[in-house]
C-alpha cells in the first residue's frame, strides 16, 4: 500500500514539473513575439479584435449643433451625422460607398412582385437600456413615424400593411412597388425604438439599440459615450466628442492646435494647409454633391429652347473644368452621381466641341439671342469666368453676377431671376426634380417624366437601377442642365487616426471603428 502511494506521489510531482516547463515555455513564446513585434513597429494587441481603447476622441464639425437631440422630427442633416447608426439603428443600414447592407435585419427577401418585404432580424439584440429589442419594436417603430409623421415618413410610401409573424421576423406588404423603400429604412424612417419607452422625451433622453449612448448635448458639442452592453461589435473607442464650429477659420486653428483628431468638412485649400503641419494628414471621399450649371428652361428664359441648351454645352469644356477644379472627383454629364442608385458617366454625350456649338449658333440670328445673366458664387468664380468665356465664343452676351453665398444663387434661382446659375445639387436622389416643370428648373419633358415614373414602377433592383439610368440618360440627353463635376468631401485627420469614415461625412458619420493608436 505504501508502496504504491508513493509511486503516485511521484507521478504527480513528475506532471507537475512538466506543467511547469510548457507554462514557462510558454511564456517565453509570448514574450518573445511581443518583443518582435514591437520592434517591428506593430501592435500586438490589434491582433485580439475583441479588445477596445480607452481612448477619447474629439472631432470637430464645421456648421451647428442640432437644435435638439430628438431625430424623430429635427430638421437637416446634422442629427443623422451625430446619431444615426451610432445611436439609433435602422432596420437595413449602408456601407461608406452607400450600398445596402444588414443591420437590425440580417436578411430579407422581396417577392417577384415586389409588393412583400420579408426581414429576417438578428438575434439577442438589446437597446442601451438593457430591454430586449425584437419584431414588436420593428412594427411598433414603423406605425409611429408614419402616425405621427417624423421625419422620412414621406419616403414610406405605400404600405398597406406592417406584422410581424414571430419575434424575428416583420413582413411588410405594399399596395404598389416602392423600388427605394430598403433606402428608406436605412434611413431615419427605419429607425427601431423601444416600444417599452413610449413616453420617453426624446429631445431629453435617446432611447437606441447603437454602440453609442448620448452622455451630454449643447449648443456646441454632443458627447458620446461607448454602449458596453452593445448587442454588436463594441465601438473601439469609448468616448467621441462632436465639437462644432462656426466658421472653418476657427475648426482649422482648433486642428492645429491638437484640440480635435479630425475636422470636416473643409475646403480643398484648408485641407491641403493642414497636411502641411506636423502629425496632421489630409484626405478625402465622395459626396452626393453635383457641381452644375443650372439651366432655367422656363418660357421667358433663351434656355427654353433645345438647341440653344445643347450648344452651349458643346461649348462648354466640361473635362477641362473638372480637371482645373480642386474640390472635383469625377466628371459627371448627369443629374445622378456616383454614388446615387442608377448612376452612369455620361461626361461624353456633349464632349467639348466648340465648333458644332458655333454651327448650331448659326441657325438662329445674330440678335436672336439677348445677352444672358450668368449667376456664380464667389468661391467658383474663376469656373464662372471659364463658363463665361465659352458662352461668348458663341457670339453670346454674357453678364456674369458674383455673389457673396450658395444660398443667394438658390435665392435667385428660386425666384427664377437668372438665365445660368453654378450650383450644387446636394441631395440623395434629387434627380426627380426634373420631372417638376414647376421646379427652379422649370424643365418639362413627357419622356424623361415617363422614364422617371417607370423607373418607380419597377418590382426589384436591378429594373429600378436600368430605368433610373434610362431617366438620368434622357434628361441629359435633353440638355436640361449642364453637369460639371461630382465633388470630393475633404477631411483633416491627426496621424494617429485609425478607423475614421471619408464619404458621405456630411451626412453619414459612423463613428464605432474610429481609435486614436
Same mark, same amino acid.
Given at each position: 500500500? /505504501?508502496?504504491?502511494?508513493?509511486?503516485?506521489?511521484?507521478?504527480?510531482?513528475?506532471?507537475?514539473?512538466?506543467?511547469?516547463?510548457?507554462?514557462?515555455?510558454?511564456?517565453?513564446?509570448?514574450?518573445?513575439?511581443?518583443?518582435?513585434?514591437?520592434?517591428?513597429?506593430?501592435?500586438?494587441?490589434?491582433?485580439?479584435?475583441? $479588445?477596445?481603447?480607452?481612448?477619447?476622441?474629439?472631432?470637430?464639425?464645421?456648421?451647428?449643433? !442640432?437644435?435638439?437631440?430628438?431625430?424623430?422630427?429635427?430638421?437637416?442633416?446634422?442629427?443623422?451625422?451625430?446619431?444615426?447608426?451610432?445611436?439609433?439603428?435602422?432596420?437595413?443600414?449602408?456601407?461608406?460607398?452607400?450600398?445596402?447592407?444588414?443591420?437590425?435585419?440580417?436578411?430579407?427577401?422581396?417577392?417577384?412582385?415586389?409588393?412583400?418585404?420579408?426581414?429576417?432580424?438578428?438575434?439577442?439584440?438589446?437597446?442601451?437600456?438593457? +430591454?430586449?429589442?425584437?419584431?414588436?419594436?420593428?412594427?411598433?417603430?414603423?406605425?409611429?413615424?408614419?402616425?405621427?409623421?417624423?421625419?422620412?415618413?414621406?419616403?414610406?410610401?405605400?404600405?398597406?400593411?406592417?406584422?410581424?409573424?414571430?419575434?424575428?421576423?416583420?413582413?411588410?406588404?405594399?399596395?404598389?412597388?416602392?423600388?427605394?423603400?430598403?433606402?428608406?429604412?436605412?434611413?431615419?424612417?427605419?429607425?427601431?425604438?423601444?416600444?417599452?419607452?413610449?413616453?420617453?422625451?426624446?429631445?431629453? @433622453?435617446?432611447?437606441?439599440?447603437?454602440?453609442?449612448?448620448?452622455?451630454?448635448?449643447? &449648443?456646441?458639442?454632443?458627447? $458620446?459615450?461607448?454602449?458596453?452592453?452593445?448587442?454588436?461589435? @463594441?465601438?473601439?473607442?469609448?468616448?467621441?466628442?462632436?465639437?462644432?464650429?462656426?466658421? /472653418?477659420?476657427?475648426?482649422?486653428? *482648433?486642428?492645429?492646435?491638437?484640440?480635435?483628431?479630425?475636422?470636416?468638412?473643409?475646403?480643398?485649400?484648408?485641407?491641403?494647409?493642414?497636411?502641411?503641419?506636423?502629425?496632421?494628414?489630409?484626405?478625402?471621399?465622395?459626396?452626393?454633391?453635383?457641381?452644375?450649371?443650372?439651366?432655367?428652361?422656363? *418660357?421667358?428664359?433663351?434656355?427654353?429652347?433645345?438647341?440653344?441648351? @445643347?450648344?452651349?454645352?458643346?461649348?462648354?469644356?466640361?473635362?477641362?473644368?473638372? &480637371?482645373?477644379? !480642386?474640390?472635383?472627383?469625377?466628371?459627371?454629364?448627369?443629374?445622378?452621381?456616383?454614388? /446615387?442608385?442608377?448612376?452612369?458617366?455620361?461626361?461624353?454625350?456633349?464632349?467639348?466641341?466648340?465648333?458644332?456649338?458655333?454651327?448650331?449658333?448659326?441657325?438662329?440670328?445674330?440678335?436672336?439671342?439677348?445677352?444672358?445673366?450668368?449667376?456664380? !458664387?464667389? &468661391?467658383?468664380?474663376?469656373?464662372?469666368?471659364?463658363? &463665361?468665356?465659352?458662352?461668348?465664343?458663341?457670339?453670346?452676351?454674357?453678364?456674369?453676377?458674383?455673389?457673396?453665398?450658395?444660398?443667394?444663387?438658390?435665392?435667385?434661382?428660386?425666384?427664377?431671376?437668372?438665365?445660368?446659375?453654378?450650383?450644387?445639387?446636394?441631395?440623395?436622389?434629387?434627380?426627380?426634380?426634373?420631372?417638376?416643370?414647376?421646379?427652379?428648373? +422649370?424643365?418639362?419633358?413627357?419622356?424623361?417624366?415617363?422614364?422617371?415614373?417607370? *423607373?418607380? *414602377?419597377?418590382?426589384?433592383?436591378?429594373?429600378?437601377?436600368?430605368?433610373?439610368?434610362?431617366?438620368?440618360?434622357?434628361?441629359?440627353?435633353?440638355?436640361?442642365?449642364?453637369?460639371?463635376?461630382?465633388?470630393?468631401?475633404?477631411?483633416?485627420?491627426?496621424?494617429?487616426?485609425?478607423?475614421?469614415?471619408?464619404?458621405?461625412?456630411?451626412?453619414?458619420? !459612423?463613428?464605432?471603428?474610429?481609435?486614436? +493608436?
Amino acid at each position: 500500500m /505504501e508502496e504504491e502511494n508513493g509511486r503516485e506521489t511521484k507521478l504527480k510531482a513528475e506532471i507537475t514539473r512538466w506543467l511547469v516547463f510548457f507554462g514557462v515555455a510558454i511564456m517565453l513564446s509570448v514574450m518573445t513575439w511581443l518583443g518582435w513585434s514591437l520592434t517591428n513597429r506593430k501592435n500586438p494587441i490589434a491582433s485580439f479584435t475583441t $479588445l477596445v481603447s480607452d481612448s477619447s476622441v474629439a472631432i470637430g464639425i464645421q456648421g451647428s449643433a !442640432p437644435e435638439s437631440p430628438d431625430i424623430r422630427s429635427e430638421q437637416g442633416t446634422a442629427i443623422e451625422q451625430a446619431l444615426l447608426e451610432n445611436v439609433y439603428e435602422t432596420l437595413v443600414s449602408r456601407s461608406e460607398t452607400n450600398k445596402l447592407q444588414p443591420s437590425i435585419a440580417k436578411s430579407w427577401r422581396i417577392s417577384d412582385d415586389g409588393l412583400t418585404y420579408t426581414f429576417t432580424l438578428n438575434t439577442n439584440m438589446t437597446f442601451a437600456n438593457g +430591454h430586449k429589442l425584437d419584431s414588436s419594436d420593428v412594427v411598433w417603430s414603423l406605425q409611429n413615424v408614419i402616425n405621427n409623421n417624423y421625419v422620412g415618413a414621406d419616403q414610406l410610401g405605400n404600405l398597406k400593411e406592417i406584422t410581424n409573424p414571430d419575434g424575428n421576423t416583420v413582413v411588410i406588404a405594399l399596395n404598389q412597388p416602392n423600388p427605394r423603400l430598403l433606402r428608406a429604412l436605412s434611413g431615419r424612417a427605419g429607425i427601431v425604438y423601444d416600444e417599452e419607452e413610449s413616453k420617453a422625451n426624446y429631445s431629453k @433622453k435617446a432611447v437606441g439599440s447603437g454602440p453609442f449612448t448620448v452622455a451630454s448635448t449643447s &449648443k456646441s458639442q454632443i458627447v $458620446l459615450q461607448r454602449n458596453d452592453s452593445y448587442w454588436g461589435t @463594441k465601438a473601439a473607442a469609448s468616448q467621441v466628442i462632436l465639437y462644432y464650429y462656426s466658421s /472653418e477659420d476657427s475648426l482649422v486653428s *482648433a486642428m492645429e492646435a491638437k484640440k480635435i483628431s479630425m475636422a470636416l468638412p473643409l475646403s480643398a485649400s484648408a485641407a491641403d494647409e493642414l497636411n502641411q503641419q506636423s502629425g496632421i494628414n489630409s484626405d478625402n471621399g465622395i459626396s452626393f454633391d453635383k457641381v452644375m450649371l443650372a439651366f432655367n428652361n422656363g *418660357a421667358e428664359s433663351p434656355f427654353s429652347d433645345e438647341q440653344i441648351r @445643347k450648344m452651349t454645352r458643346y461649348a462648354i469644356d466640361a473635362q477641362f473644368i473638372a &480637371k482645373d477644379a !480642386p474640390d472635383a472627383y469625377s466628371p459627371l454629364g448627369g443629374p445622378i452621381s456616383p454614388l /446615387e442608385d442608377g448612376y452612369e458617366d455620361l461626361s461624353e454625350l456633349f464632349p467639348y466641341n466648340l465648333e458644332q456649338g458655333q454651327q448650331m449658333r448659326s441657325y438662329f440670328g445674330a440678335s436672336y439671342i439677348a445677352d444672358i445673366d450668368l449667376l456664380v !458664387p464667389k &468661391k467658383y468664380e474663376q469656373i464662372g469666368n471659364t463658363v &463665361k468665356s465659352a458662352i461668348e465664343q458663341l457670339n453670346i452676351g454674357v453678364n456674369l453676377e458674383v455673389l457673396d453665398s450658395a444660398a443667394q444663387i438658390t435665392e435667385r434661382m428660386n425666384a427664377g431671376t437668372y438665365n445660368i446659375a453654378l450650383t450644387t445639387m446636394s441631395g440623395e436622389n434629387d434627380a426627380s426634380v426634373f420631372t417638376d416643370g414647376q421646379s427652379m428648373f +422649370h424643365f418639362e419633358n413627357g419622356d424623361a417624366q415617363q422614364a422617371y415614373a417607370y *423607373a418607380m *414602377a419597377a418590382t426589384n433592383d436591378s429594373d429600378y437601377q436600368d430605368r433610373m439610368r434610362t431617366y438620368a440618360r434622357t434628361v441629359s440627353e435633353n440638355a436640361a442642365s449642364d453637369w460639371l463635376y461630382t465633388r470630393k468631401n475633404f477631411i483633416a485627420v491627426s496621424d494617429q487616426l485609425q478607423g475614421y469614415p471619408k464619404n458621405l461625412t456630411d451626412r453619414l458619420l !459612423p463613428l464605432s471603428r474610429i481609435k486614436l +493608436h
